[in-house]
């Protein structure tokens, strides 16, 4: 089946390191979302992203869409305690369906 | 507002044995899911909802079940419960349909089978 592809499965970065999550589909997506989920929390929606190369920030948290609209990356620059759980991306396909990817584990040592 | 909520937060089932996992929402959101969260794999969509009446599976519909007989309420039927079924669900909601509109959680039912 249609798959969304997301990468490193778990990352343990010392506070302060940047870190980014990559998100890989072989099919063109509409748009890509982002969430996030604290350890025995459930997922929050973080963003969404719809045009070709978009670029977004949130303070510390830059979201990026591929130019073909197959990749996806979230980078967290100088990480905190604050940034620890699980990210997924979600690939929107055919405008209707939206597929999940496995998730990133970020565990950040202070 | 509460936005989607989710009873019980936690249960333990025989397996054989049947239950009704409640969501709720109070956003007044004509599209209601149900996920299922295994460790490392990631959201599967179970059912999904577009409206009160109506329900389609998702990519993983066996040994489940669902009803939407009103916009706020979509529960989700085990019959015959299975270790296969242990899992962390999710029930969540939105405004549109699928991609293109933001998906709101509940806080996740944990069950075990045993």
């Known amino acids: 089946g249609q798959q969304v592809m997301q990468i490193p499965q778990y990352q343990h970065v010392q506070e302060g390191e940047d870190f980014t999550t990559y998100c890989n589909s072989s099919t063109t997506l509409s748009n890509i979302q982002w969430y996030k989920q604290r350890p025995g929390g459930h997922p929050v929606f973080l963003i969404q992203?719809?045009?070709?190369?978009e670029v977004k920030k949130q303070k510390r948290l830059t979201f990026q869409f591929g130019e073909a609209k197959k990749n996806s990356s979230l980078h967290i620059t100088a990480t905190q305690t604050t940034d620890v759980g699980t990210y997924f991306c979600a690939g929107g396909i055919g405008g209707n369906k939206l597929v999940f990817g496995a998730g990133t584990i970020l565990r950040v040592k202070s | 507002n509460a936005g989607v909520t989710q009873t019980p937060k936690f249960r333990i089932l025989k397996i054989g044995q049947s239950m009704t996992l409640q969501c709720t929402q109070d956003m007044n959101h004509n599209y209601m899911y149900w996920y299922r969260q295994d460790p490392g794999m990631g959201l599967k969509l179970i059912y999904y909802?577009?409206?009160?009446?109506?329900?389609d599976k998702g990519e993983v519909p066996n040994g489940y079940n669902v009803s939407r007989s009103t916009t706020e309420d979509f529960p989700l039927r085990l019959e015959l419960a299975a270790p296969s079924q242990t899992s962390v669900y999710f029930c969540a909601s939105s405004a549109r349909q699928g991609a293109g509109s933001p998906l709101h959680f509940g806080n996740g039912t944990r069950l075990t089978v045993t």
């Open positions: 909802s577009v409206g009160a009446g109506i329900t």
């Open positions: 992203l719809v045009k070709s190369g």
